[in-house]
């Protein structure tokens, strides 16, 4: 069986294509971000209840939003050269990774182990308790294994949803990033 020539062009578009955020998830761009209590598992504020909005305050914040029971070790490499970019920026650039999950006590004890295996060092990783909806303001689409919100000056610069996110995406999330910074 022979390919058409056309057909084969199109393959050969489809499969080196760069993927970009495919959910709509997020607040928009433009919004000035809401509270987001949450219990930090990891970090300076560990084993405590607090708004890292309001904690974060004017800094340059990558949140991702990582629903629990979907996180992997492709997401895991992501958020690790999402970590690594944010820092690189400067600016006191940083993470906050939200885990959306049903089960908090069982993932009070996971996110240790993550952090342990990880080493992330700019990326406190805390616990939202539910997995059906998103914290009140943010807008979080839960069908999204993975969502970046990029807050600077206390207002949303971009947000992105993935279905599905490896490393892959990190170039796509960290210019966004720099571009909030003017960069």
Same mark, same amino acid.
């Given at each position: ?7 084969? $062009?199109? $393959? ?18 433009? /919004? ?8 930090? %598992?990891?970090?300076?504020? @560990?084993?405590?209840? $607090?708004?890292? @909005?309001?904690?974060?305050? !004017?800094?340059? /914040?990558?949140?991702?939003?990582? +629903? ?11 958020? !690790?050269?999402?970590?690594?970019? =944010? ?9 906050? /990774?939200?885990? $959306?999950? %049903? ?8 996110? +240790? ?8 060092? =700019?990326? +406190? ?18 069908? %999204? ?13 971009? @947000? ?9 995406? *990190?170039?796509?999330?960290?210019? *966004? ?7």
């Amino acid at each position: 069986m022979r390919f058409h020539p056309i057909f084969s $062009l199109l $393959l050969i578009v489809f499969v080196t294509t760069e993927v970009h955020a495919d959910i709509s998830s997020g607040p928009n761009v433009g /919004t000035v971000v809401s509270p987001l209590k949450v219990f930090a %598992a990891t970090g300076d504020h @560990a084993g405590k209840e $607090l708004d890292f @909005a309001a904690d974060r305050s !004017k800094k340059p /914040t990558i949140y991702i939003f990582v +629903p629990h029971e979907r996180f992997d070790r492709p997401l895991a490499r992501l958020i !690790k050269v999402l970590e690594k970019g =944010a820092i690189e920026v400067g600016n006191d650039s940083s993470l906050v /990774t939200v885990f $959306l999950t %049903a089960d908090e006590s069982k993932t009070k004890e996971h996110l +240790p182990r993550i952090q342990m295996s990880l080493q992330f060092s =700019a990326n +406190p990783l805390v616990i939202f308790p539910s997995v059906t909806m998103s914290p009140e303001g943010w807008s979080v689409n839960t069908d %999204a294994q993975l969502t970046a919100i990029i807050v600077n000056e206390g207002k949303v610069t971009a @947000a992105f949803g993935y279905r599905s996110a490896n490393e892959t995406v *990190a170039p796509e999330i960290l210019t *966004a990033l720099k571009k909030s910074l003017g960069k």
